[in-house]
Every structure is written in C-alpha cells, then in structure tokens.
C-alpha cells in the first residue's frame, strides 16, 4: 500500500512535458508543485530539486525522500494526478520541519477540489 514503484513515478521526458503543458499550480513557501489530470486510477510524482537551491547532494537526497515518503502515504487521496514538485527557495538543513510541513499543506490542497 505505501510503495512508490515505477507506475507512481513521471519517469520520461513525455511525462514531465504532458504535465509542464497545461499544469495547474500550488505554491508555498519553499515548493511550487505543478499538477494535472491523468487518464489513470492512480497518482504519479516527479521531482525536481536544483543543485542551485541546494547546493550538497546529500540535502538534496534527504529533500526527496521527504517528499517521496510523504507522497506514499498520501497517494490515495491523490489519485488521478500527475504532480511535479519543484523547489523555489533555498532550503537549509535547519528548516527540515518547516519543509516537511510545506508538503503536507500542499498534499492538503492537492486533495480538496
């Protein structure tokens, strides 16, 4: 139930360019998640973490397992999406509990219509 194998994944370029296309847009302190539609029973996430706002790839790991491991327990309330999650600011090691709850403000907004 809480996986995040490849059918919960934007995995190619034809992927990411169908949600970039036509996306609706959430934005919060830290991320700006573009989301739309998809023909399937299920929500599907990519990422997008720039070496510009977070400079070690360490922090930049530890960002998405963040938001992987809180997409996974909210997938269901998700579906029928295909959600692309960028950052927009700098995030530094200190603000890991205000990020962690940028995303589940945002997953909040994703699931009320």
């Not at 950052?87 to 909040?108: A, E, G, V, Y």
Request: aromatic share 10%; with cysteine.
């Amino acid at each position: 139930m809480y996986e995040f194998s490849r059918e919960y994944r934007l995995v190619s370029k034809h992927d990411f360019q169908f949600v970039f296309a036509k996306p609706t847009k959430v934005t919060y302190k830290y991320l700006l998640v573009l989301h739309r539609p998809n023909l399937r029973d299920h929500a599907r996430l990519g990422l997008i973490i720039a070496k510009h706002h977070v400079k070690l790839a360490v922090d930049r790991n530890r960002l998405r397992r963040h938001i992987r491991e809180s997409f996974r327990y909210r997938k269901e309330t998700l579906k029928g999406l295909d959600i692309i999650v960028l950052m927009r600011s700098k995030c530094t090691p200190l603000d890991q509990k205000m990020f962690r709850d940028d995303i589940n403000i945002i997953w909040q907004k994703l699931a009320t219509p």
